[in-house]
């Protein structure tokens, strides 16, 4: 998962940046995506929307939605997501090394923070 912060967004969100550096930006992501598919590795892969954008939503009387506004404590949000297939941990890491490296302005990298975490199944049958 790609985190990003309020902060960072604000003052250097992919917005902000200059076309060529947006291009290169998408251009490497799309990249690493071909990738990881020819290698049979990647399931699914999203950008999502700025944090401007996202409602927090929870159930209120009679299950109707109650929305919070746009995650007014929260100081980061996620910025994107990749779901991945590996034989290993230490090849998630790689791949999450990779995608961090992604450049930013001028073609520096951003090394920004990728939280890696297995996609948990179901409760065995004994349990159901």
Same mark, same amino acid.
């Given at each position: 998962?790609? +985190?990003?912060?309020?902060?960072? %967004?604000?003052? *250097? ?7 060529? !550096? ?5 251009? @490497?992501?799309?990249? &690493?995506?071909?990738? &990881? /598919? %020819? ?11 700025? /944090? ?17 506004? *746009? @995650?007014?404590? +929260?100081?980061? @949000? &996620?910025?994107? @997501?990749?779901?991945?297939? *590996?034989? /290993? %941990? ?9 995608? /961090?490296? !992604? ?6 990298? &951003? ?18």
């Amino acid at each position: 998962m790609m +985190s990003g912060t309020k902060a960072g %967004e604000a003052k *250097v969100g992919i917005g902000t940046w200059p076309k060529e !550096a947006i291009k290169a930006h998408i251009g @490497f992501m799309m990249r &690493l995506n071909k990738e &990881l /598919s %020819e290698r049979g590795e990647l399931v699914d892969a999203q950008g999502l929307a700025g /944090s401007g954008e996202a409602v927090l939503v929870r159930a209120g009387s009679g299950g109707l939605p109650i929305t919070d506004g *746009v @995650f007014p404590e +929260s100081k980061e @949000f &996620l910025a994107g @997501f990749w779901i991945i297939d *590996v034989e /290993s %941990e230490a090849r998630a890491h790689a791949i999450a090394a990779q995608a /961090s490296a !992604a450049p930013g302005v001028g073609g520096k990298p &951003l090394n920004m923070p990728i939280e890696v975490r297995q996609v948990m199944g179901g409760p065995p049958d004994d349990l159901l």
